[in-house]
């Protein structure tokens, strides 16, 4: 059963960095492009980017690329995203997913809240 | 970027209707396009892959279609479950966008 549980969430000030992880298990996490994307309070669905097999390659939405960093670690089968300069309008549930013909299995999501 | 417009934004239906959503893209997509639902909990889950593709385990009664700039998801009979917030994904293109979703309320 493919699983994946994001982590690294809570409450943080406006300025500061967070990195969020996400535990990937029930497939072979190395063989899959793997991503993020995210939805703020009564907000639709924001696709922020996505990572390659062997972090080769790596796309972000633009309005994000220079503040949010993507990575993994294939030896612990981990997803990572990276944000900085956090403002409050980056409250938002993040998902990490699976990217087979684009998302197919999402994680359930960790609340991130940017307020002083 | 490539827009996607969905609509309706919100689709009161009874049990046992049949609804459909559209979606339709600032530029032709050739297929490129997935779609979402969302329970209130948060869940999400993909329905349709590729335009038309049903996923493993979803329903008969979810089916897509169309092509070019102009795609649409049909449930062909409601069922309770069935009442969540829907999403189209493209994915011919980076960035890869979503629709605005479409809420399927009950009438």
């Known amino acids: 059963e493919v699983k994946l549980v994001e982590s690294g969430g809570g409450l943080v000030q406006p300025g500061r960095s967070l990195k969020l992880s996400c535990a990937a298990s029930?497939?072979?996490?190395?063989?899959?492009?793997m991503g993020w994307v995210r939805q703020a309070p009564g907000k639709g669905l924001e696709w922020i980017g996505e990572?390659?097999?062997?972090?080769?390659?790596?796309n972000y939405t633009p309005s994000l690329k220079d503040k949010f960093t993507i990575s993994r670690d294939n030896a612990q089968n981990t997803l990572y995203l990276q944000m900085n300069r956090l403002v409050s309008d980056d409250t938002a549930i993040y998902y990490c997913?699976?990217?087979?013909?684009?998302?197919?299995?999402w994680g359930q999501g960790v609340m991130v809240t940017v307020s002083s | 970027d490539i827009q996607l417009t969905q609509s309706p934004s919100t689709l009161p239906a009874s049990l046992g209707e049949r609804v459909t959503i559209s979606c339709r893209t600032s530029?032709?997509?050739?297929?490129?396009l997935n779609w979402y639902q969302q329970k209130p909990d948060g869940t999400v889950k993909r329905l349709i892959y590729?335009?038309?593709t049903l996923q493993s385990g979803v329903p008969s009664r979810f089916s897509g279609s169309g092509s070019g700039t102009d795609y649409s998801l049909s449930i062909s009979s409601l069922e309770s479950e069935d009442f969540a917030v829907y999403y189209c994904?493209?994915?011919?293109?980076?960035?890869?966008?979503f629709g605005a979703g479409t809420k399927l309320e009950l009438k």
């Open positions: 997913a699976r990217a087979e013909w684009a998302f197919d299995y």
């Open positions: 029930g497939f072979s996490f190395n063989h899959y492009w």
């Open positions: 990572i390659n097999q062997d972090s080769s390659a790596i």
């Open positions: 530029q032709s997509i050739s297929y490129s």
């Open positions: 590729s335009t038309s």
């Open positions: 994904l493209q994915y011919a293109t980076y960035p890869h966008t």
